[in-house]
């Protein structure tokens, strides 16, 4: 009863969020026959209704027809409405929201983005498999595989002729690495596409993260070992028990643990030898084998580490049992000096943070290494992900239109709104052509309620990083140099100058040429599923990672708790299964890069 | 709560076994009439579904669907109770509900017998109406409650306890496996005892108030009152209610355990329900997640059974 009460509840959730109006009235059907009678949007009417002669009113999708804005211009009858989520984190625009109707006017289609909350993207995913609706469009992250087996998704490639922009979006190599297994392409990467060249400022991914503060105060040192690390933060909170207002005591240093993101406790054994984000595995550059880096000696020393700062009470001592909501808000008081994390899973709390003024307590990236002598390779360039992507599914009623909003999306002009906002509110233009902001129009892009007024960037549809379609500036602000280095606040600004960095990816290597084939192996490993022997290994092995890593890093006896995990880790995964599935898939990858 | 209703209708209309003849019929045609419906619902709801239990003797996919999925036996079931994991959650599961029977049921009639004994009316009621204000509240705002209640800075717990010299150092309550059982129940309590006193409290009002008059004469004070009116009066209430509870004691709770879990604990934290989420959906092994599901149903039909066969033994109401 209770088993299905919960997913009643989580049905019932995801539901909610993701299903506007109607959305959820018919069964599947034919997708290329669409009618305005059974319109998914479920609200007013679609082109295909302005193409047939059918009357807009007869509405019978169910649900409330409420959301027609009636206060609009004649013209809004023909708007479209779409759905979509997200199986990540993120915010949900407000109704109305400003660039969203200017969008919608000018290319006659808005969509409604719908975020995952509080649950795993699996859960969502798994709970709408189980369901069979889907809204319109759908990223579904990590359960992007589990998607496409349900057959959720409609292949893309048979419809979409005549939509150039979306179809040039990726070369004919790309797309072709997207393909699924029966050939067709299921999901659209959004992210990762250059215009012209690399523009990008801002470190997005996994580093050590050290507060500008820590760096000021030790008087910006060059930081390259774990030892340094953790010597720094020491000196720091010797010296400074509390934040400047006196009151609030200092956190050396957080674990965030919670649920998937236990990434933050588990893989920076990879990246201390100098290995790139894989994720799941290292792989040997030479002989091309997987390595399992949770039993390297790196890993020991690392976690050997962890322990004795937890023993000094550096590690907060609650860290372990923090929900991902409690880390936020401990981020947001601007109190802890350092973490290993990806940057967009913390960007709240950085944003919290610059609300209330204290830049000098955001964040920069730094490479550490287990000794020196290894080259780190914490940024990577931005990549294909085929593992990732929109959806279109098979819940959507009307595909043409589903693939011209995409489309649409990356015309020039509609991708300057998306990126930059609107002229004179959010941007001005100088004599050059090129675009800058005011303090104000900063301040206001970095405020979650302005934002959720005002921009509306549609940020997992395809997209462009790099430059802007004018070739002047960049395509977005935060990828603009100067605009980027002017927007810095003054103490972040010092740190810039003392390194001799004028972007936040320049605190660590450059990401030199093109990935290799396999990169990134965590594409594989997300998609595993626990019905197959290496993905119940790979399910077993977070188990006991979960479980015994903390364990280690509180232990009173570093050696006895480490070997204990040991033993468990030995008994309960067979890792060589999981090594061996990862091999064939790593010689598959070279194989489809070298063209077999 | 049908369940409940369904149960305390059953020990009311217990009565001589009528032999079922047309006569018979047509007299009750009304009421056969009336619960036609709900049989309806009962099977559309919660027989048609069981269908789906075909998933646990499948590799099932959903793109297959439930008839062209490939079958697989036993294999799941095997699987299922080859993983540790799994075993330690049926433990935790049988653990964290015995023991919210236990103290759940001793608390709810301490509580109703107590409140019984309050000497105004007005009083009373306010009580009442304070303490099953809880149950009203999510988990999620009880699980923060918690998280607040036991933090280390500030949280009253260790407050309390620190100024108190019973412990030297503030504690981290959530990170120790002993202690979490014992969160999950006394969470469970804090938010249930006042509503699920009530109707121990209504079965407290039906006791004939001549008895206790009686007693009275008698001389009987207080606490024998309670003792030897009250208690035997509440007795066929508390054996039905213990009857059906048991047969929910595998249903240990999912959300609590959920937000209050992490990795440290986890290996006394994860109930079934938390693993057929885990392994079920989030993996994909919808089939495994199956498995564990009816594991969980039939353990729960024979707790039931049980609990029916030994209250009958002994002489004391029961559900059939």
């Not at chain 1, 299921?186 to 507060?211: C, K, L, S, V």
């Not at chain 1, 287990?370 to 390779?377: L, S």
């Not at chain 1, 302005?450 to 977005?476: E, R, T, V």
Request: aromatic share 12%.
């Amino acid at each position: 009863m209770s088993k299905r009460r919960s997913l009643a509840a989580f049905a019932a959730a995801v539901f909610v969020m993701s299903s506007l109006a109607g959305c959820g009235g018919g069964s599947t059907g034919t997708p290329a026959t669409t009618t305005a009678a059974n319109n998914a949007g479920g609200d007013t009417t679609t082109a295909a209704a302005a193409a047939d002669t059918q009357a807009p009113a007869n509405n019978d999708a169910g649900g409330d027809a409420t959301e027609a804005p009636a206060a609009e211009p004649a013209a809004s009858g023909d708007i479209k409405e779409f759905t979509a989520f997200y199986a990540v984190p993120g915010n949900e625009l407000n109704d109305g929201n400003d660039v969203e109707e200017i969008i919608a006017q000018k290319i006659g289609a808005r969509c409604k983005q719908t975020w995952l909350t509080g649950q795993t993207a699996d859960e969502a995913i798994g709970v709408m498999i189980a369901g069979g609706e889907y809204p319109d469009f759908i990223d579904a992250s990590t359960g992007s595989q589990q998607l496409i087996d349900a057959g959720g998704c409609i292949p893309i490639d048979e419809y979409w002729d005549g939509y150039d922009n979306l179809k040039n979006f990726w070369t004919e190599e790309q797309w072709n690495s997207v393909r699924a297994e029966d050939g067709h392409i299921y999901i659209i990467p959004q992210f990762g596409n250059r215009w012209m060249y690399d523009t990008e400022t801002t470190h997005n991914d996994e580093a050590f993260w050290i507060q500008v503060r820590v760096l000021e105060w030790a008087g910006y040192p060059k930081i390259t070992t774990l030892d340094q690390y953790f010597q720094v933060i020491e000196d720091y909170i010797a010296a400074n028990p509390t934040m400047a207002d006196g009151k609030t005591p200092n956190i050396g240093y957080e674990i965030l643990s919670d649920d998937w993101r236990y990434f933050c406790l588990e893989n920076a054994p990879f990246f201390l030898d100098g290995y790139p984000n894989d994720g799941c595995i290292i792989v040997d550059r030479d002989t091309h084998q997987a390595i399992d880096y949770n039993t390297t000696p790196t890993a020991k020393r690392y976690f050997q580490k962890l322990n004795e700062e937890y023993k000094k009470g550096i590690v907060d001592p609650e860290t372990f049992t923090m929900k991902y909501d409690q880390y936020i808000s401990k981020l947001s008081t601007g109190a802890v000096c350092g973490m290993v994390d990806q940057h967009w899973d913390f960007n709240d709390g950085e944003l919290a943070i610059k609300k209330l003024g204290l830049d000098e307590c955001t964040y920069v990236p730094l490479g550490i290494v287990i000794d020196e002598g290894v080259v780190e390779h914490y940024h990577s360039p931005a990549a294909l992900d085929v593992s990732n992507g929109v959806s279109i599914t098979t819940s959507c009623k009307d595909i043409p239109g589903a693939l011209k909003f995409m489309d649409d999306l990356l015309s020039p002009e509609i991708l300057t709104l998306r990126n930059w906002g609107v002229e004179g509110e959010d941007y001005l233009v100088g004599d050059d052509g090129l675009y800058y902001r005011t303090d104000e129009m900063r301040a206001n892009a970095n405020d979650q309620a302005y934002i959720n007024k005002h921009l509306c960037s549609y940020s997992y549809f395809p997209n462009y990083s790099g430059m802007d379609h004018d070739g002047i500036n960049a395509a977005s602000p935060q990828y603009q140099p100067k605009e980027f280095y002017d927007s810095l606040k003054e103490p972040v600004k010092k740190c810039f100058d003392a390194y001799g960095v004028e972007t936040y990816v320049q605190f660590l290597n450059k990401a030199e040429g093109t990935n290799e084939p396999w990169y990134p192996m965590w594409s594989w490993s997300n998609n595993l599923t626990s019905d197959t022997d290496e993905g119940f290994v790979w399910a077993n092995m977070a188990e006991v990672k979960h479980e015994y890593l903390p364990k280690v890093v509180m232990s009173d006896d570093f050696e006895a708790g480490w070997d204990e995990y040991m033993k468990q880790y030995s008994s309960r995964c067979d890792i060589d299964v999981f090594l061996n599935a990862a091999n064939a898939e790593i010689q598959r990858r070279i194989d489809v890069a070298n063209g077999n | 709560m049908k369940d409940n209703a369904a149960g305390l209708g059953q020990t009311l209309t217990k009565g001589p076994r009528t032999l079922i003849n047309k006569k018979l019929l047509k007299n009750q045609r009304t009421l056969i009439l009336m619960g036609i419906p709900f049989a309806i619902y009962a099977i559309i709801f919660c027989y048609v579904p069981l269908f789906g239990w075909i998933m646990a003797f499948q590799n099932y996919k959903p793109k297959d669907g439930l008839w062209h999925s490939k079958f697989v036996g036993l294999l799941k079931f095997k699987r299922l109770f080859g993983d540790d994991v799994f075993l330690k959650t049926i433990r935790n599961t049988f653990c964290m509900g015995a023991m919210n029977l236990v103290f759940g049921t001793v608390c709810a009639i301490a509580f109703a017998i107590l409140l019984n004994e309050f000497w105004t009316v007005k009083g009373k009621k306010v009580v009442q109406t304070i303490s099953y204000l809880p149950h009203f509240l999510s988990w999620i705002i009880v699980t923060g409650i918690c998280f607040d209640v036991l933090s280390m800075d500030n949280g009253i717990i260790n407050e309390v306890l620190v100024g108190l010299h019973i412990i030297k150092e503030p504690v981290i309550w959530l990170a120790h496996p002993k202690y979490f059982w014992w969160i999950v129940t006394f969470s469970n309590l804090w938010k249930e005892t006042g509503w699920n006193s009530i109707i121990y409290l209504a079965a407290i009002t039906s006791i004939n108030p001549d008895l206790y008059e009686a007693a009275s004469i008698d001389g009987a004070g207080r606490l024998s009152k309670i003792w030897h009116i009250t208690l035997p009066g509440l007795k066929p209430t508390i054996m039905i209610l213990l009857i059906m509870n048991i047969g929910n004691v595998l249903n240990a709770g999912f959300e609590v355990q959920y937000l209050l879990g992490n990795g440290l604990v986890q290996s006394v934290s994860q109930t079934i329900d938390i693993y057929v989420l885990k392994f079920g959906i989030s993996n994909g092994d919808y089939s495994l997640g199956t498995a564990a599901g009816i594991f969980k149903s039939v353990v729960s039909i024979a707790l039931i059974a049980i609990a029916n066969f030994g209250a009958k033994a002994a002489g004391e109401e029961s559900l059939f």
